[in-house]
């Protein structure tokens, strides 16, 4: 079975510095996609950054960037320069076998100005 | 373009009462899916299609059923709603390509009485 687990209910940065989500999966598929998705009030679904798994060198975008770790099966988020708006719920997700995402239980992500 | 759009946004049913949930993509996406969000258990899949005319169960099948007549539209039905029913509902499309993001709805929030 394809699993996510997120060990973080809550997280808290302090505004402009850096934070790091955890993510750990399980599959037993040799290749497969990670991705994180934001969840901010408003309650849309947003895609923050994706991961191919064959693809050893870690995605980034903007201020945000993966730290992949095959092996260990980890996909840990960091939020650089951290910003109000990036207040928000954080799911990590696993790409099924029918296409599907397989989503851990969400981080909660609180920005203090 | 619209992207991914869900009708209605919020619903109050009695327990018993049936609904449809409508979904509708304009991207010609041959995937779509149907999750629902319950508090602390992040998103999990009810049923999916991988083509018009085509459906599949997900993760938590129970109590509902789905419909695909036409490449566009994904509906989600409840023939006797129940109160573990209550849960914010979405839905989303893909391309087959399974390195593409899915496109979520904004949900729609269903409480049964």
């Known amino acids: 079975a394809q699993t996510v687990t997120q060990s973080q209910p809550e997280m808290s940065v302090q505004e402009a510095e850096t934070v790091t989500l955890s993510c750990t999966y399980d599959t037993s598929e040799s290749d497969y996609y990670l991705f994180w998705y934001k969840q901010p009030p408003s309650r849309q679904m947003i895609l923050v950054i994706r991961?191919?798994?064959?693809?050893?060198q870690n995605a980034t975008e903007n201020r945000f960037s993966v730290n992949f770790q095959k092996a260990a099966k980890s996909f840990s988020l960091k939020i650089s320069d951290s910003q109000l708006g990036d207040a928000a719920m954080y799911f990590c997700?696993?790409?099924?076998?029918?296409?599907?995402?397989?989503f851990g239980k969400g981080t909660k992500l609180s920005v203090k100005p | 373009n619209a992207g991914v759009t869900q009708t209605p946004k919020f619903r109050v049913l009695k327990t018993g009462q049936s609904m449809t949930l409508l979904c509708a993509q304009d991207m010609n996406h041959e995937y779509m899916y149907w999750y629902r969000q319950d508090p602390g258990m992040g998103l999990r899949l009810i049923h999916y299609s991988v083509g018009e005319g085509t459906t599949a169960k997900g993760e938590v099948p129970d109590g509902y059923n789905v419909s695909r007549l036409k490449k566009q539209n994904f509906l989600l039905g409840l023939e006797s709603a129940a109160p573990s029913q209550t849960s914010v509902y979405f839905c989303?499309?893909?391309?087959?390509?399974?390195?593409?993001?899915?496109?979520f709805g904004p949900g729609t929030r269903l409480t049964v009485l």
């Open positions: 991961q191919e798994a064959y693809k050893q």
């Open positions: 997700a696993l790409r099924g076998s029918q296409g599907n995402l397989i």
């Open positions: 989303a499309s893909s391309y087959i390509n399974t390195y593409n993001e899915q496109f």
